[in-house]
């Protein structure tokens, strides 16, 4: 338990001082590949978790690796981490990203309420 708890410390500490966007350029060049079989979307999943959870969407808000994110995010089930991101997006202007995160909530919600 501590060896895990010391390495996503380790990790986080490395995020933060890197270029997330480039390590999720590197990733998904790793993906496309089919190299080191379904480590790279572990790896992209922390990136983008580690972003959010940091409130650091303006990193990846001009990037094609936004779309992902708000994937993460509405399917995380935390409310509070999809209000942060519409707050986000609200200071910034940014209308037409919050309908289409509204649009992937509401399309979340309805599977759930159907049970697909």
């Not at 940091?54 to 995010?73: P, Y």
């Not at 999809?82 to 202007?93: A, E, M, P, R, T």
């Amino acid at each position: 338990m501590v060896m895990i708890i010391t390495v996503s410390c380790l990790f986080q500490g490395f995020l933060s001082v890197c270029n997330p966007v480039a390590i999720l350029e590197q990733t998904e060049e790793l993906m496309n590949t089919g190299e080191l079989a379904g480590i790279p979307s572990q790896i992209r999943e922390s990136v983008l978790t580690f972003i959010s959870e940091s409130r650091q969407h303006h990193r990846l808000l001009k990037t094609k690796h936004f779309e992902h994110l708000k994937q993460l995010i509405v399917s995380s089930g935390r409310p509070n981490q999809v209000k942060d991101l519409v707050d986000y997006l609200v200071s910034q202007n940014w209308y037409c990203l919050i309908s289409s995160l509204i649009d992937n909530v509401s399309v979340k919600a309805a599977v759930i309420e159907t049970g697909i």
